[in-house]
């Protein structure tokens, strides 16, 4: 019996290695429609296909990640992000599932800042606070998406234009998002973005990622390691108290890889705040550039996540808000703790934080800032 499993699985290995190496076998950009927002706007689906078969399809909905297609240790594809087939789904807001998010991703307090002397109120959509960009965020926008096909790599470029006073930021900003599959299973997320007024900006992806396959029940046995020895707590409303607290000796030290249910419910009064992870890391970065910031394992399936960044930090959330009442993809509810998400963002609520890096933008600057996620099994770290 043992010997015939062996053998099974070595022979499942040789296809697959026989499967990347043959001659080619190129990558996709297809498109095809995806439905109609309220207001009669068309969306469409873009799908982009690697020459491995690695998928991630893209609407220009919100620019929301609907799949992503990877392998397993035996080579077997799987959406490992949750989402819906069907765009109407996504008209019931999900909480931000694959989508981009900004103007600001994460919280501002009491939605109000000051910039230049002036002071800005936005739309509040978090009880008092304003999350992820206000009521109708860049998740919630039609963008222009333009695909491209090229050797070793495809890509989708998604421009939006916000408009002076949306949501009650400053200033007409153009955003330029730009997603990139490469045949080494990299997806690279590229934001651009210029302003014609000072404003504050900060712009993430909030996918939420199962590595055992989306629907296939909670992330907890998920290993994380995640390159950061300090983070932000937060007060009841999830706003940073403006500390930038060690984690080490606490259950917030994610240097050795753990289980993400190991400590998730220790007697830890940021834990209860947060009902589990829900925080912001302060990297420990060496310099500008992009550097690695967290790696998560699925042992069943051995799909290793890499998340490299140009962000100071990283919002980790362990999906505590799901409650089981949306269905996803694959006709199973997402339950408490079903995905994680690794934001790479500026720490939440900068605009009110002289001391945390900065988050303004201003005429004549541009706005750069990459995060790549690079998909790989368990042993093939790609540091
Ligand atoms: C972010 C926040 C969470 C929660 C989710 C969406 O990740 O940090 O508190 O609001 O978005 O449900």
Redesign the pocket.
């Known amino acids: 019996m043992r010997k015939q499993i062996v053998f099974t699985t070595a022979a499942l290995l040789l296809l697959a290695a026989c499967k990347s190496t043959e001659s080619g076998v190129k990558g996709s950009v297809t498109k095809q429609e995806f439905g109609k927002t309220a207001s009669g706007e068309a969306v469409d689906l873009y799908v982009l296909k690697n020459k491995n078969g690695v998928e991630a399809a893209i609407t220009n909905y919100g620019g929301i990640i609907v799949w992503l297609k990877t392998a397993d240790k035996m080579g077997r594809l799987a959406n490992v992000a949750l989402g819906f087939d069907k765009f109407d789904r996504y008209l019931t807001p999900p909480?931000?599932f694959g989508a981009i998010i900004g103007r600001y991703g994460?919280?501002i307090a009491k939605g109000k800042f000051t910039l230049d002397g002036k002071e800005y109120s936005l739309a509040t959509n978090?009880g008092a606070n304003t999350?992820?960009g206000g009521k109708q965020g860049f998740d919630k926008r039609v963008w222009t998406a333009v695909p491209n096909s090229a050797s070793g790599s495809q890509s989708l470029v998604l421009k939006y234009t916000s408009k002076d006073g949306e949501e009650g930021y400053p200033g007409t900003l153009d955003v330029t998002v730009t997603y990139t599959l490469s045949d080494d299973d990299d997806l690279s997320i590229d934001y651009r973005a210029k302003t014609d007024k000072a404003t504050v900006l900060n712009l993430t992806n909030?996918t939420y990622f199962n590595l055992a396959g989306e629907g296939q029940g909670d992330i907890l046995a998920h290993k994380v390691a995640i390159n950061a020895s300090r983070f932000t707590p937060v007060d009841a409303g999830?706003i940073p108290t403006g500390e930038l607290k060690k984690v080490e000796g606490t259950p917030f030290d994610f240097h050795n890889p753990t289980a993400i249910g190991e400590r998730i419910n220790n007697d830890d009064e940021q834990l209860k705040l947060g009902k589990g992870y829900?925080h912001n890391y302060v990297l420990d970065r060496k310099g500008a550039g992009l550097e690695p910031a967290a790696s998560v394992t699925e042992e069943s399936t051995g799909r290793l996540l890499e998340v490299w960044t140009t962000e100071p930090a990283v919002?980790f959330?362990t999906g505590n808000?799901l409650d089981g009442t949306l269905v996803g993809a694959s006709n199973r509810a997402y339950t408490k703790r079903s995905g994680f998400?690794l934001?790479t963002q500026h720490y939440p609520d900068s605009p009110n934080q002289p001391a945390f890096p900065t988050t303004v933008l201003k005429p004549g600057e541009e706005y750069k800032s990459t995060t790549v996620w690079k998909f790989r099994l368990a042993g093939n770290s790609a540091r």
């Open positions: 909480p931000y994460n919280r978090d999350l992820h909030h999830l829900d919002q959330y808000f998400c934001e």
